[in-house]
């Protein structure tokens, strides 16, 4: 990889709340790698193990993945074909909307300067489907959850221990219940690390999912967007530190990762998702962000 400049310099992104993400000179230096996000449905956690039918039917990988396969393991190859078929309402969805895209290929890079993480995240924006606004304010919004090896199974469904059948806007969930992991305590480290940008203020949020999920904007984690035709360029500035409930982010180290797409003003479990990846800090990952 061509070596970046030691300093961040020059281009910065103007945010509506009168802050600046500060990135790395040249982009295209950094591997970009691309990831496919895919319309889960209703695919809590609970059906991914075996607990529970869905449509009379159980999730045929249960039995791998209490052996220890991962998500990836089995299905990393159909990930599209996986999304197109829950989209359609053909399985695991019964809400479907005609128009809905089964996926979208999210390409990732990452970079580091010692004392920030930098994320840069573009993709197509897919035809538009319309249904309901459930977010009127934000059209879009991109996030990503971390994990230090605390979640139980995120190192094998990255995001997934969060989602349960019992959280809000599932079929038969407590509306008041938000997304969770089992045994989730931040006082214990047992916590998702959350970030997200929303397009409507194209600003940060930061916060975690423990017992419930917390979620504000955020004077750290620094964000913005922009989208050029019909192509969406998003760049993260997240200290690597951390600050109080989040992870702190070590070199040498490599971290749980699951990305998500809110696309068309949806909001819950209506977004488009990855299967869990490992983010390396100068360490080996499926994204790493080594130090310019």
């Known amino acids: ?35 496919t996000l895919f319309f ?46 829950i989209a359609s309402g053909e399985t695991l969805e019964p809400d479907p909307l005609a128009g809905r895209p ?3 290929p999210l390409n990732v890079q ?12 573009s993709w197509t924006q897919p035809a538009a489907a319309g249904g309901d606004k459930a977010d009127a304010e934000n059209p879009v919004k991109l996030a990503f959850m971390l994990d230090a090896g605390k979640v139980e199974t995120a190192d094998q469904s990255g995001c997934w221990a969060s989602c349960h059948a019992d959280s809000r806007t599932m079929p038969e969930g407590d509306a008041g219940k938000t997304k969770y992991v089992k045994d989730g305590s931040v006082a214990a480290g047992v916590f998702y690390d959350l970030v997200q940008w929303r397009s409507g203020s194209n600003g940060g949020y930061a916060g975690h999912v423990a017992d419930q999920r917390v979620l504000e904007a955020s004077d750290t984690v620094v964000a913005s967007g922009s989208q050029d035709g019909d192509t969406w360029s998003v760049v993260i500035q997240r200290p690597l530190a ?27 479990r209506f977004h488009h998702v990855s299967l869990g990846y490992k983010l390396g800090i100068d360490a080996d990952g499926d994204i790493t962000a080594k130090k310019f």
């Open 242 to 268: 951390g600050g109080e409930a989040d992870i702190a982010l070590e070199a040498g180290k490599a971290y749980n990762v699951g990305f998500a797409i809110h696309n068309e003003h949806t909001e819950g």
């Open 1 to 35: 990889m061509k070596k970046l400049t030691a300093a961040i310099i020059g281009v910065t992104l103007g945010l509506s709340q009168g802050v600046a993400v500060a990135e790395p000179a040249d982009w295209s230096a950094i591997e970009a790698k691309e990831i």
């Open 102 to 104: 089964g996926s979208i």
């Open 110 to 121: 990452a970079a580091h300067d010692g004392s920030n993480l930098y994320m840069r995240f």
């Open 40 to 85: 889960p449905g209703i695919s809590p956690m609970e059906w991914i193990t075996g607990k529970i039918r869905i449509d009379r039917a159980r999730h045929g990988g249960a039995r791998p993945f209490a052996q220890g396969d991962t998500c990836i393991d089995c299905h990393g190859q159909e990930v599209a074909e996986m999304g197109a078929k």
